[in-house]
């Protein structure tokens, strides 16, 4: 199965809103407030400063996305891209969709001076995406992850 990548546009917006809800109803039982995301989402289209979305296509339909939020690095003098956010439609799932969107952000990582690198955060009871991360080359050795959220 051939897989497309493109960046996301403002006509991908309902898209994008209803993947993100999905992926968080799923993924840690949130129900997000759809106004709230929606509003995220558009300021993301709309200010590249605050990232980019990722859409991968077969033939046309819309089967999974991401966004990647670029992070300033003072240890490396140049970016590190954030993977946020990854969906993929549950009929997509295990067809290389999030392969194909990994593989596009490394390759565009390898051919830059501009980027250092790739880094995500995962659930930690979310052991399927945890599996893909590893198969892909990816590793957990280094950082755990704290956070304090309003």
């Known amino acids: 199965m051939s897989h497309s990548i493109r960046k996301a546009t403002l006509q991908d917006h309902s898209l994008i809103v209803e993947s993100q809800v999905a992926m968080a109803l799923e993924s840690e039982g949130l129900a997000l407030p759809l106004n709230t ?18 859409i991968a296509e077969v033939g046309g339909k819309t089967v999974g996305c991401l966004l990647c939020i670029p992070e300033w690095s003072d240890w490396r003098n140049s970016t590190v891209l954030w993977i ?33 690198g790739i880094r995500l955060y995962v659930e ?11 198969k892909l080359g990816m590793s957990s050795d280094h950082y755990f992850l704290y956070e304090w959220l309003k």
């Open 37 to 54: 995301v929606s509003q995220g989402v558009e300021a993301v289209l709309k200010d590249p400063t605050k990232g980019d979305y990722w």
């Open 84 to 116: 946020h956010s990854v969906y993929t439609w549950p009929e997509h799932r295990k067809t290389g969709v999030y392969k194909a969107l990994y593989s596009h952000l490394k390759q565009k990582i390898e051919n830059s001076s501009e980027y250092a």
């Open 124 to 134: 930690k009871e979310n052991y399927g995406a945890q599996e893909v991360y590893s």
